[in-house]
Nanobody, 114 residues
Framework: QVQLVESGGGLVQPGGSLRLSCAAS????????MGWYRQAPGKQRELVAR???????NYADYVKGRFTISRDNAKNTVYLQMNNLKPEDTAVYYC????????WGQGTQVTVSS
């Protein structure tokens, strides 16, 4: 079973930045398209960014130009650099494959507030 461990969240003021990390177990990490998802209170989980095995990236329109997804296959890690954060970015952020597997990590809380 793949283990996913997200980290790097926190409380930040509007306009601030955070860098999320997701460490994944397993020897086949590099072949998967990986994604960052988020779930705000009372809302469904949504995919905000993804990166393919060949490092092609895609973003939800509302994070384009502000978020950057990257991966380090040698470390089995995927990152999400988040800049110019807005209050509406407040959510628990998760990583998973795209499409997602059945197992989710604990996520990391991002709160954007003054």
């Amino acid at each position: 079973q793949v283990q996913l461990v997200e980290s790097g969240g926190g409380l930040v003021q509007p306009g601030g930045s955070l860098r999320l990390s997701c460490a994944a177990s397993g020897s086949t990490f590099s072949i998967y398209t990986m994604g960052w998802y988020r779930q705000a209170p009372g809302k469904q989980r949504e995919l905000v960014a993804r990166i393919s095995s060949s490092e092609i990236t895609n973003y939800a329109d509302y994070v384009k130009g502000r978020f950057t997804i990257s991966r380090d296959n040698a470390k089995n890690t995927v990152y999400l650099q988040m800049n110019n954060l807005k209050p509406e970015d407040t959510a628990v952020y998760y990583c998973n494959t795209v499409p997602p597997g059945s197992h989710w990590g604990q996520g990391t809380q991002v709160t954007v507030s003054s």
